[in-house]
T-cell receptor, first 114, second 111 residues
Framework: DSGVTQTPKHLITATGQRVTLRCSPR?????VYWYQQSLDQGLQFLIQ???????AKGNILERFSAQQFPDLHSELNLSSLELGDSALYFC?????????????FGQGTRLTVV | GQQVMQIPQYQHVQEGEDFTTYCNSS?????IQWYKQRPGGHPVFLIQ?????EVKKQKRLTFQFGEAKKNSSLHITATQTTDVGTYFC???????????FGKGTKLSVKP
């Protein structure tokens, strides 16, 4: 158990819809990262938050947005969903804002857009 | 932006054979991390290398960081079926602490 909790584990929705994925980081971790993993693909970095502030942005679509709340949990909002958005979405957390820190991953949310 | 290239993409070995995956960056990395993702699982941290030329061992796994801090490798001696999974290297994407992952090497082990 990594200590990172993601909900829901599975999500099936229709094209054009909007969904929210939730992540609770490990206790004490200030950094939260979101990654997208498509079938047999690598981990595409989407966005990072540190202590409530956006820290870094990757290849995140304009239809996607995220935020980190005062209690440090984070949400990833995906809107106007397309079939190609079907993927495994991982949240990871780490203790420090800098690079010298291992990331702990949640179990992921498997999104299927039909 | 920062990219880490990883090869090979797939590796099929017979149990007992050795396995190596390589990670390369066009720029100097302050550190590099390695993760393993079992089939159906999530990435799990294996190790972090920081120093130029650093070599670290974990049982049958040997991790190396190049002298120029632009490349790294993971070598598994005498693979076992429990080694099956995808191995990712990850480097810092910038000064802000985000982690950029290589595409991974998917290892399958034939008993």
């Amino acid at each position: 158990d990594s200590g990172v909790t993601q909900t829901p584990k599975h999500l099936i929705t229709a094209t054009g819809q909007r969904v929210t994925l939730r992540c609770s980081p490990r206790s004490g971790d200030l950094s939260v990262y979101w990654y997208q993993q498509s079938l047999d693909q690598g981990l595409q970095f989407l966005i990072q938050y540190y202590n409530g502030e956006e820290r870094a942005k990757g290849n995140i679509l304009e239809r996607f947005s995220a935020q980190q709340f005062p209690d440090l949990h984070s949400e990833l909002n995906l809107s106007s969903l397309e079939l190609g958005d079907s993927a495994l979405y991982f949240c990871a957390s780490s203790g420090a804002g800098g690079v010298l820190s291992e990331a702990f991953f949640g179990q992921g949310t498997r999104l299927t857009v039909v | 932006g920062q990219q880490v290239m990883q090869i090979p993409q797939y590796q099929h070995v017979q149990e007992g054979e050795d396995f190596t995956t390589y990670c390369n960056s066009s720029t100097t990395l302050s550190n590099i991390q390695w993760y393993k993702q079992r089939p159906g699982g999530h990435p799990v941290f294996l190790i972090q290398l920081v120093k130029s030329g650093e070599v670290k061992k974990q049982k049958r796994l040997t991790f190396q960081f190049g002298e120029a801090k632009k490349n790294s490798s993971l070598h598994i001696t005498a693979t076992q079926t429990t080694d099956v999974g995808t191995y990712f290297c990850a480097g810092p994407g910038g000064s802000q602490g985000n982690l950029i992952f290589g595409k991974g090497t998917k290892l399958s082990v034939k008993p």
